[in-house]
């Protein structure tokens, strides 16, 4: 199972985007940065993208990671690293809007900055980036819980939406402004880049999205929303990580966690039948947790190389 994961994930010829979303807390953190160095360290250039506002990044690899440009990760060749820190990113955002709408003389300019998705769109923005010129032949991303990275991925549609819109009331707008049209131009050309970047990230190959979740009864809940979720947006869910699985050798008669393993045994089951049709991989809970580049080497062993679980 781990090598059909490897083989899904493992750029031939073109960069490869992975993804991992999942409910908070299930360990996408934990498995996209150990994807990143997994791959890095097999040889691929990669490069780690996270949008978490805290700084789990920098504290994982202690050391700086800033939202603006791209680092080389000290402790780990091959692997850059970038956090984008979402109320940032709208900034430049909205300052590029305020600069395409301002020239509509206020007209439209108050409402279509202040929309409530800007911080999601200004992140997208960012992965728009990225998807149109890949830096490396591995990106990964630590995307936000489910719900928000399901509204970072719908923004652009009624992005693109509302900039047709625009630029078919703009062109009236224009001529009674006497408006120069290049504006609506640099609007046509915002829709082309985003709709090219929906079509990497609804493309099986060029992207994997994978779900990291919990064998419990809300995470299997939850992830089958956010499965039919991203299935609307055109985006297939190729795999799932079940994070946390309890292993048979380290119960050794505890009760309690004998108890756990039974409960999840049923949720396992539950897994595989229910998501049949992914690739799906299994993380047992470790007896530490996973913020040294080590626990980050040990994780990607079990998910992809040659750590066998127990
Ligand atoms: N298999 C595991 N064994 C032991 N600890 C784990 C395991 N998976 C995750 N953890 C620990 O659980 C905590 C949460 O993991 P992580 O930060 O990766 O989750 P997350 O999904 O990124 O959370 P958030 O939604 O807040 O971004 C961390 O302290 C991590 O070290
Ligand atoms: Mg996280």
């Keep these: 199972m781990k090598h059909a994961l490897k083989k899904l994930m493992t750029p031939n010829g073109k960069p490869k985007y992975l993804f991992f979303g999942g409910k908070g807390g299930v360990g996408k953190t934990s498995v996209s940065t150990a994807t990143a160095v997994w791959f890095a360290d097999h040889g691929y250039s990669t490069t780690i993208v996270s949008t978490d506002p805290t700084v789990s990044l920098s504290t994982m690899f202690h050391q700086e990671i800033p939202g603006d440009n791209l680092v080389p990760i000290e402790q780990v060749s091959n692997l850059c690293g970038l956090n984008i820190n979402p109320t940032d990113a709208k900034g430049v955002f909205q300052s590029r809007l305020n600069n395409l709408m301002g020239q509509m003389g206020g007209i439209l300019g108050g409402d279509a900055i202040s929309t409530p998705c800007a911080e999601e769109m200004a992140t997208f923005d960012q992965f728009v980036g990225f998807l149109e010129n890949p830096k490396s032949q591995v990106i990964v991303f630590d995307t936000a819980p489910t719900g928000k990275t399901l509204r970072e991925l719908a923004m652009p549609f ?3 939406g509302y900039m047709e819109k625009q630029i ?3 062109k009236e707008l224009a001529i009674l402004m006497k408006m120069d049209e290049s504006s609506l131009e640099s609007l046509k050309r915002d829709k ?3 709709e090219n970047a929906l079509a990497v990230l ?4 060029d992207t994997i999205f994978s779900l990291v979740l919990l064998p419990e009864r809300l995470p299997v809940e939850e992830t089958q929303s956010a499965m039919t979720g991203l299935d609307k947006l055109g985006i297939p ?4 990580v079940v994070n946390q699985t309890i292993e048979t050798h380290v119960i050794e008669g505890n009760r309690f966690l004998a108890a756990r393993a039974q409960l999840q045994s ?4 539950e897994i595989d039948q229910r998501f049949a049709s992914l690739e799906r991989a299994r993380l047992p809970l470790l007896d530490h947790d996973i913020s040294s580049l080590s626990s980050l080497r040990e994780v990607g062993e079990f998910l992809y190389g040659t750590k066998e679980r127990g």
């Design 158 to 160: 009624d992005w693109a």
């Design 168 to 170: 078919r009331e703009g």
């Design 192 to 194: 082309e880049r985003y």
């Design 202 to 205: 609804r493309d099986p190959v």
């Design 237 to 240: 869910v190729q795999a799932l």
């Design 266 to 269: 049923g949720y396992q089951t």
